[in-house]
């Protein structure tokens, strides 16, 4: 239960975090605006989560939720990376703050979850024999005797310092908007959705998005490789590094 509670709050801050960007100006009847649209999307999740065929089984329960967890943050982080981008190629002058805070978003958001470890050990180590049997068993939910992660706090409050005439905050939402409209493209692809099968409808969001994540963290490895940023702080650095990117 305590797995369920976690998960369940990091997603209703992940959702809220990125509420806080979006723009006064509301650009179409259909969707809603900030925390309405927060309390829309976990409201989402909660008619998810009463289709599971095993509801009322805590441990998936558990699983489901911090498979939609993982599927907020990911959309949360791709949101975040592509709007910097974006501003670093803009190349405009006012756009070096929002661009500040965008990246202090994403280290935010990346950050270790887990709480330091301890300096001795919780228990003795088990026997060979106990070790080879827990393997033999196949997962079921959330291991009960895994630390529970620390839940994120004032996760993206930063984000509501962008001012509101400020372009990154539509950008922010042009992004968001086209990350969902490729989930959508991708559970239609494989005729599963949430509705239906919100299980493998969400293992394919989860799977595309750290497949996505995944590739941007090889984009960065690469141009770290090449010219030694990581990631670009500037026009003139986003453009050696897209220039060594697209040179392999």
């Not at 280290?107 to 088990?126: I, R, S």
């Not at 049997?133 to 706090?153: A, D, H």
Request: hydrophobic share 40%.
């Amino acid at each position: 239960h305590l797995q369920c509670l976690s998960a369940l709050h990091n997603i209703i801050v992940f959702y809220s975090a990125y509420a806080r960007t979006m723009p006064q100006v509301v650009l179409s009847k259909d969707r809603l605006y900030g925390p309405d649209y927060a309390q829309q999307m976990v409201s989402q999740v909660k008619t998810s989560v009463e289709a599971l065929p095993d509801s009322n089984q805590a441990h998936e329960v558990a699983r489901f939720l911090q498979q939609a967890q993982r599927v907020a943050l990911g959309k949360y982080l791709l949101t975040l990376t592509a709007t910097t981008l974006k501003l670093l190629a803009d190349a405009a002058p006012d756009n070096a703050g929002s661009i500040r805070l965008l990246r202090a978003a994403i280290k935010e958001a990346t950050a270790p979850q887990y709480p330091p470890l301890a300096q001795f050990p919780a228990c003795l180590p088990e026997a060979p024999a106990v070790v080879a049997m827990r393997r033999k068993i196949p997962p079921k939910g959330p291991n009960p005797e895994s630390p529970t992660p620390e839940p994120y706090r004032g996760l993206g409050l930063m984000l509501a310092a962008l001012p509101e005439t400020d372009l990154s905050r539509a950008v922010v939402m042009t992004e968001w908007q086209r990350i969902e409209a490729q989930l959508t493209e991708v559970m239609t692809q494989k005729s599963t959705f949430m509705a239906t099968a919100p299980v493998t409808a969400q293992a394919n969001q989860e799977e595309f998005l750290s497949t996505s994540l995944e590739l941007e963290n090889m984009r960065s490895r690469l141009g770290e490789l090449m010219i030694g940023v990581k990631f670009p702080s500037s026009h003139s650095e986003y453009q050696q590094w897209v220039q060594a990117y697209e040179t392999q």
